[in-house]
């Protein structure tokens, strides 16, 4: 499975962005998802995940300013980010499984065990 993520960029502070993440094989409606994110010298921090069902878990910081969906017929991951702020600028990952498709999204949040990685998109908020 390759993952792919699109649309980082550069914003100012309020602005928004959505992310994008699509796979190379049609297996979001049967997969554990989630998004990261890793600041320079950092490790990656798990910030939402999405459950094959369709549920969701956030960090509770993003919980109100980010958004995780799906769309199960495009196969395609978003993340939608509203009133950005410059600590949010990092490197934005995303990571599928498709073996833990039967795993709710507190869960998926809980192991952050996910097999499948994208290269990564950059978001940089200036103030």
């Known amino acids: 499975v390759q993952l792919l993520e699109s649309g980082g960029g550069s914003v100012q502070a309020g602005g928004s962005l959505k992310l994008s993440c699509v796979a190379s094989?049609?297996?979001?409606?049967?997969?554990?998802l989630g998004w990261y994110r890793q600041f320079p010298g950092k490790e990656r921090e798990l910030i939402a995940t999405?459950?094959?069902?369709?549920?969701?878990f956030y960090k509770p910081s993003m919980k109100g300013r980010f958004t995780i969906t799906k769309d199960n017929a495009k196969n395609i991951l978003y993340l939608q980010m509203n009133s950005l702020k410059p600590e949010d600028t990092a490197m934005y990952y995303c990571?599928?499984?498709?073996?833990?498709?039967?795993?709710?999204?507190?869960?998926?949040?809980?192991?952050?065990?996910?097999?499948?990685w994208g290269q990564g998109t950059q978001v940089t908020v200036s103030s």
């Open positions: 999405i459950s094959s069902r369709g549920d969701t």
């Open positions: 990571a599928a499984d498709p073996f833990l498709a039967l795993r709710g999204a507190d869960l998926l949040w809980a192991k952050g065990d996910f097999g499948y």
């Open positions: 094989v049609s297996i979001f409606i049967s997969c554990g």
